[in-house]
């Protein structure tokens, strides 16, 4: 449904006059709109206005409360080190009632954002430089919010890295069995079954206090990055809905897992599926350009691991789907889930067969 801008668009503090607006198709969750504006002196610009996807995101507005609380946080240390806050952080724009965000009567949550001009996201690595500095400003996120106060953060989706809760799901999916799925998947569950002691590896190391917890994006996909387009530099992390309290390893994992693969999350031809070295050095060394100096010796040891981990909790996450019948991913055909839990197990066993090549990487770069 196309939103009513005469009734919207007045409620946030925008400059100029509103002329149109432009539906953005790409991301999964939230409604994305590019709305044109014209200034009084006849030039136009443009923000980035979203409907907040809250049968996802339960809270919005604690989701909003970290958003700005997060962001204040990194224009305060990027003008500090002489960056440019408009390009390298998303700036908010309040709502008429001085809100991060604006409630329709409709019970809809809208937010609104300066639209960053002169960069864009990728859904497909383009190159190794794009790898290197996607990791930078990743790495570099972390660092600029290593010191803002974790205990300040809501967690917007519960226990969303938690890997051992994830285990306890997969194995109630199975035992339920809801659509007698698992007797013809016994490889895949036992190649689960055989793992399961790693999946409280990071989630221990933490409750000993060997690991610290910190603030991280949660969601480090390559298309969360803004590359410029001129220097091909990755110069802002966008995407903060999940930003909360977690690993610092998380968010190394998540990226190599989606940015490594050789091949499609999805595809079914497993001899095409194997993790790129190339990748993950160009990864590593971004990464750690940006984040060496504020991560403990202890992180760094872990992060090839936390790379397979990750992996082994996404495919785990698919087959679970899988087994409850399709009832949190989207699927585009029969097998979908099942298909993409294969593709990452293959990576994992991959990252097992290459481990010691992956450690040597990151030494290589500590």
Known sequence: MTPDWTTLVPNFCFEGEFIGAEHIPSGHINDSYAAWFRKPDGTYHRYLLQRINHHVFRSPEELMANIAGITAHL??????????????????????????????????????????????????VKNLAHVYGAAKAFGNFQRLVSDFPVDQLHETIPAFHHTPKRFDAFVAAVERDAHNRAAS????????????????????????????????????????????DATGEGICVIDLDTVMPGLSLYDFGDAVRSGANSAAEDEQDLSMVTVDLGVFEHFTAGYLDAARGFLIPLEIDY??????????????????DYLDGDIYFRIHRPDHNLDRSRTQFKMVHDMEARYDQLVSIVESHR
Request: with cysteine; hydrophobic share 40%.
């Open 75 to 124: 224009r305060t240390k990027i003008v500090a080190g002489g960056g440019n806050p408009l390009r390298e952080t998303i700036t908010l724009i309040p709502c008429a009632q001085g809100n991060s965000f604006y409630q329709t009567l409709d019970g809809d949550y809208w937010r609104a954002a300066l639209f960053i001009e002169g960069a864009k996201t990728y859904d497909v």
């Open 185 to 228: 998947v016994r490889a895949e569950i036992e190649f689960v079954e055989r793992r399961a002691g790693e999946t409280s590896v990071l989630v221990d190391l933490l409750a000993q206090g060997r690991l610290p917890l910190r603030v991280t994006h949660n969601d480090t996909k390559f298309n969360n990055v803004l590359i410029d």
């Open 303 to 320: 992060l090839p691991f936390s790379a397979r981990l990750m992996t082994f909790e996404c495919g785990r996450r698919f087959l679970t």
